[in-house]
């Protein structure tokens, strides 16, 4: 094979494999793992209720695993009460009934999540209930 026609081949494999760059390399970006978090929950953080609510609900911003998912309801003597989770048709939502009778005081909400994205993401949200 002559020089010329070696160094043509070259150039158009190095410019064929260049044009192919760009495209390839967009074939594995894609949205960026975030741990889930939280978009609205009822009672709203810092919420003063008159009376207590019969469900609380959290809404994420990603897919949750319900079955690896805690809610626990902690009172201001430290106090915990395990929260069932409902079962839930939406997968961006955990949902839990109160028990029927919760004393006034501050309370707190805490949630822990597995998000599909495989993280772990937990807070709370404080919430008061005022005396009648």
Request: aromatic share 4%; no cysteine.
């Amino acid at each position: 094979m002559s020089q010329p026609a070696s160094l043509a081949r070259r150039t158009l494999l190095a410019a064929l494999l260049s044009s192919l760059a760009l495209p390839l390399s967009l074939l594995g970006a894609g949205p960026a793992a975030a741990h889930a978090i939280v978009v609205t929950s009822e009672p709203a953080v810092g919420a003063a209720l008159a009376a207590a609510p019969r469900q609380v609900t959290i809404r994420f911003n990603s897919r949750l695993d319900h079955a690896r998912s805690r809610l626990l309801l902690i009172g201001a003597d430290n106090a915990q009460i395990p929260l069932p989770i409902a079962e839930e048709s939406d997968p961006v939502v955990l949902a839990a009934s109160l028990p029927a009778t919760i004393a006034p005081g501050e309370w707190r909400l805490r949630w822990q999540v597995l998000a599909i994205d495989g993280h772990i993401t937990r807070g709370d949200i404080p919430f008061t209930l005022k005396a009648p």
